[in-house]
């Protein structure tokens, strides 16, 4: 859709938390983006973008991806160019799940968890994910194109007791 109306163009999604106790499995968290198609925009996603993807034409790409969460700083980072996106896309959620290999895990139990969702130095959203702190994935926003087909954005924090697979399933139902 072509307009004189910018919205939101290019955006950074971040991911912390620290490591697991010294001798305890590792927690992995992934941070997941779903997109829709303009004509079902809460049905089943397009595609997914997540640990070792991007998005088919590389608007959607996972930077940093980490499985321990050891290290300073952002343990993981998604850039989603909005602007890019085809007009056959209406709506990116944005998600972070936990994997549950080492049995179920929650966010009540990763410690300092944190995620940030910025275009340039404009924060749009932080969180820390105790609201869902029973879940084992949450929505943490989305971006949804408005009448004159401008990115727009709205922090949707929802926890779900879903193991990745599934909750990329559920992600966008609502």
């Not at 343990?75 to 959620?93: F, H, I, K, N, Q």
Request: one cysteine or more.
């Amino acid at each position: 859709m072509s307009s004189l109306n910018k919205g939101i163009e290019k955006v950074e999604v971040t991911l912390k938390w620290d490591p697991s106790p010294s001798g305890t499995p590792a927690t992995d968290l992934d941070l997941i983006a779903a997109t829709y198609p303009v004509d079902a925009p809460h049905g089943r996603p397009a595609y997914l973008v997540h640990f070792d993807s991007r998005a088919p034409d590389g608007t959607i790409t996972l930077n940093r991806d980490s499985r321990t969460g050891q290290g300073l700083g952002t343990d993981e980072a998604m850039t989603l160019e909005l602007d890019r996106l085809s007009d056959d896309y209406g709506r990116v959620v944005v998600g972070v799940a936990i994997q549950q290999n080492a049995g179920r895990k929650t966010f009540g139990e990763v410690a300092n968890t944190g995620v940030r969702i910025s275009e340039g130095r404009s924060v749009l959203a932080s969180e820390d994910l105790a609201a869902v702190a029973a879940s084992t994935a949450a929505t943490v926003g989305e971006f949804f194109r408005d009448g004159s087909g401008a990115w727009k954005f709205r922090k949707a924090v929802r926890g779900f007791d879903a193991d990745p697979a599934e909750f990329a399933a559920l992600m966008g139902s609502c």
